[in-house]
């Protein structure tokens, strides 16, 4: 996965976490680039949370070239 650089602005990973079915710990490990490396279920969660197909998310992550704009739908 490309690193994220900064770290994204999230007012409660609590939330997002949820809604991804992804643990809180985990996601804070993810944002902090502890962890650097995303299960698929957990890009499909993400995916989901925000009105995303999964192979857009996916895509942004691990694709060739520059990054596409996503913009969730939620």
């Known amino acids: 996965m ?3 650089g900064r770290r994204p602005t999230i007012r409660c ?16 490990r993810l944002l902090s680039s502890e962890f650097i490396h995303l299960y698929p279920n957990e890009v499909y969660g993400l995916a989901k ?16 070239g520059k990054r596409p704009v996503v913009v969730g739908g939620n």
Request: glycine letters at 2%.
């Open 13 to 28: 990973t609590k939330y997002v976490a949820s809604a991804a079915n992804i643990e809180n710990t985990r996601l804070s």
């Open 49 to 64: 949370s925000i009105s995303l197909e999964p192979s857009q998310l996916f895509h942004y992550f691990y694709g060739d």
């Open 2 to 4: 490309k690193p994220l």
